[in-house]
């Protein structure tokens, strides 16, 4: 009996300890189990925000070079003005600033000229902040110089690109920042630098991250604020980390020692960092810009969402275990990987939806549209009916949008966005002309995003139309005026170049032309006996007769400073009187002039002419064959015309 119940009490201790054991196992296993579940959702979670965060960083890079177009332009402009006066640079800048948000643009030349535009009436700067004592009254862009600008300017006309400016200044209680940008000739021949405040970044969206109560922000490479969303600084969980981030990337302990690390080498990342007890995912990616920073701050108990559950579940299935060990683990497995691909697959559409609608809707001004392609209907706000004069349709892909109411030219391009949005499940955007009432055609900017329901197939259409006309005008007139001499009218010494050249490259290599080479006869003693006055208004003559005298079609240019070069295309039926004709006219088109109040005066001009292809095939070829007749006219007699092949001279008298 006694040794039945020992052996019973052995078999009970040992079923105690095996169930004992069992549990520990299990536990352990639960455990592990539940931090890899952990561990794996945070990292779900880093890689989501780290993609939007880099997403919406190139969104911001491509607003900033919008921005910066009218800069690209203006240096462009310069460089093609070889003679150009400081009166005409100062009036390129004017031009330029004149509808920008740029506190003040400026030119510094290698060759030591300086220019820049008056500051604001109501700018008040600091005497401290003026670069030399010498500089301390002048009352433009100067005045916000320093040292460190002079520097980064410097390096910049050296051939260093890309560099970021001198650290932002404080002026009347507003950030100003530095960007320089090198003009080119056929070498660096200076900087184009602009001054601009927040009121730069006034038309442009910082995407949020993927809850209302994160926020995003610019930072500049010391880690300062340069420009925030709206709800920055309303959450007091993100008021340590952002202190820190912004006093030169200070942030403690591992997290802060990569973001140091990534900042300095130019890297994208999210890192997970605790404040007060509480987690933060912080997500950070370069602009392109300055070596600005995208940083955006979430907290990690939404996109962790159901990370709080974890321990109660695990808990109860200890219970499930202890009954049905296998059959327990093998549906808490399964249950948890199809958890996860439920988290990946709602936390990507949540993006998507979240911070399109966001990005778009913060644009108040603008025309936002919704096209559902289940039931067909579209819906706009009442924008366009300010910016159009009418109201579209309201069934269809944006209201029969494409058919009715875009250029003819643009149906493609804009066909072709809807098509790029569906097939990369991107935002996309396009330009295209929407007439408007009066049957005017506008430029827009058309933005697409399209949300997908679970299926993968498109459920609908969301986006904005912006009203970019004002600024597209403005850019192609500033376009015109770097192939255009403001002097004369016609084109510039560089683009007649290269629109002869490839006129008889291209299109014009099979037919018959003439180029001529037209000089003004003692123009230097024009300027010396009469004044520049007077021979500006010969050079603008000039340039008004001989976009007279010759067809539209025919190139027109000013090559020198009194010297103009025209080709006349196709003359293969109009014969040598045809080109004499207009020779002539161009001889006797100064005598008997009046160019003061007072006085007449009789002037004259020679010009010489080389045929294609009998005096050459290439532009330099028929440059030389006319520069040599019109030698040998000006020696022979000037104030006439002659033609390079000696058979073919003639002479015209004034």
Known sequence: MKSRRK??????????ILATLGLVLILAVSIVHSNYTEKKMTDISKAYLSKITSQNADIFSSQMRANLQTVDVIARIISNREYATLDEINDILRTGAKNSSYVSMGVVLVEGTIAFTPLPSDYTVPSGLAYGSGEAEQPDGRRLLTGADWKYINKTMSGFSGLSGGQSRIVNGKKVHIYAQQIYREHIIGTLVVFFND????????????????????????GDVVFASENFGKNELFDEAVSLLSAGWSLKGAAGDKIRRDVESGKADTVKYDS?????????????????????????????????SISDEILRSLIYILVVVLTIAIYYTYVKNQNFKRLERKMHVE????ESYRMIMEQTDDIIFEYDTVDKTYFHTTNFRKNFGYEPTRTGFLGS????????????????LYEKMKKDRTLTEAEVRI???EGEYLWTRIYMLGVFDRDGNLAKVIGKIVNIDEKKKEIQYLKEMAVTDSATGVYNKQTTEEMIKAYLNGEGKSGKHALLMIDIDNFKEI?????????????????????????????KGRVGGDEFMVLMKDIEGEGIDFISDKAKSICQMFKNSQFSENNEF??????????????????????ESADRALYNCKNSRKGTYAFCRESDVKFSSR
């Open 7 to 16: 052996n019973s009490e052995k078999s009970y201790y040992l079923k105690y």
């Open 199 to 222: 009121d730069f970044f006034n038309n442009l969206i910082l995407p949020e991250t993927l809850d209302e109560k994160g926020c995003s922000y610019i930072a500049d490479q010391h």
């Open 276 to 308: 007060g007890g509480k987690g933060i995912f912080i997500s950070y990616a370069p602009i392109n810009f300055k070596d600005w920073y995208l940083v955006s701050l979430t907290e990690t108990g939404i996109a962790e969402a159901r990370s709080d």
């Open 351 to 354: 993006a998507i939806q979240d």
């Open 401 to 416: 949008l494409e058919s009715d109411y875009v250029h003819p030219e643009d149906v493609v391009r804009f066909a072709g």
């Open 435 to 437: 007439i408007n009432s």
């Open 527 to 555: 300027n010396d006996d009469y004044g520049h006055r007077v021979g500006d208004s010969v050079l603008a003559s000039m340039g008004n007769e001989l976009n007279h005298i010759f067809r539209a079609a025919d190139i």
């Open 602 to 623: 009789d002037f004259s001009a020679s010009i010489g002419i080389a045929i294609y292809d009998m005096d050459g095939s290439t532009y330099e070829e028929l440059y």
